[in-house]
T-cell receptor
Framework: GENVEQHPSTLSVQEGDSAVIKCTYSDSASNYFPWYKQELGKGPQLIIDIRSNVGEKKDQRIAVTLNKTAKHFSLHITETQPEDSAVYFCAFKTSYDKVIFGPGTSLSVIP | DGGITQSPKYLFRKEGQNVTLSCEQNLNHDAMYWYRQDPGQGLRLIYYSQIVNDFQKGDIAEGYSVSREKKESFPLTVTSAQKNPTAFYLC????????????FGPGTRLTVT
């Protein structure tokens, strides 16, 4: 069935270090890959997304890379700050417009 | 301020009772969604609606019901048939004509004992 694997499930980094979260998806026809950040007690919020016609997208300290051949995409956060601590969800859009979310990665940035 | 509101933030019910969770949006979005979030399982789609007076089952619709009588409102009823209703429930909306981005509400944590 349609699913997305996300690793790691938890991640702790020192402030200023980089964090990388990796996802593998099942639908080779997918063309849209968003990343959502969920802070404690709040709903998820879109932080960056990428479409299948590009391999990388950057927005300040965050970047996403996509390898369509391998069906992998990754979130990279550089110069991490305590406010980056949250749960991050990768997702992909299926060929019939449904969004499938990964299980989430709990990121802790240690000051 | 435009956005999605869910109320209440915390809800407690006794087993065997139906309960309705509220979701309202003033973003003028056509599409609305209900997700259930359990620890370590991400977001699972319960129901979604692409337009007023129409809705479809998601992956885990059993034991839930919805209505979409108004564009801005998409209430979710958790019925007594739902075997494990205790969870965090998230509502979202989207403008299909603009982007794929879903805008989420703050969620309702339902505890059934």
């Amino acid at each position: 069935g349609e699913n997305v694997e996300q690793h790691p499930s938890t991640l702790s980094v020192q402030e200023g270090d980089s964090a990388v979260i990796k996802c593998t998806y099942s639908d080779s026809a997918s063309n849209y890959f968003p990343w959502y950040k969920q802070e404690l007690g709040k709903g998820p919020q879109l932080i960056i997304d990428i479409r299948s016609n590009v391999g990388e997208k950057k927005d300040q300290r965050i970047a996403v890379t996509l390898n369509k051949t391998a069906k992998h995409f990754s979130l990279h956060i550089t110069e991490t700050q305590p406010e980056d601590s949250a749960v991050y969800f990768c997702a992909f859009k299926t060929s019939y417009d449904k969004v499938i979310f990964g299980p989430g990665t709990s990121l802790s940035v240690i000051p | 301020d435009g956005g999605i509101t869910q109320s209440p933030k915390y809800l407690f019910r006794k087993e065997g009772q139906n309960v309705t969770l509220s979701c309202e949006q003033n973003l003028n979005h056509d599409a609305m969604y209900w997700y259930r979030q359990d620890p370590g399982q991400g977001l699972r789609l319960i129901y979604y609606s692409q337009i007023v007076n129409d809705f479809q089952k998601g992956d885990i619709a059993e034991g839930y019901s919805v209505s979409r009588e108004k564009k801005e409102s998409f209430p979710l009823t958790v019925t007594s048939a739902q075997k494990n209703p205790t969870a965090f429930y998230l509502c979202a909306s989207r403008d299909p004509g603009a982007s794929y981005e879903q805008y989420f509400g703050p969620g309702t944590r339902l505890t059934v004992t």
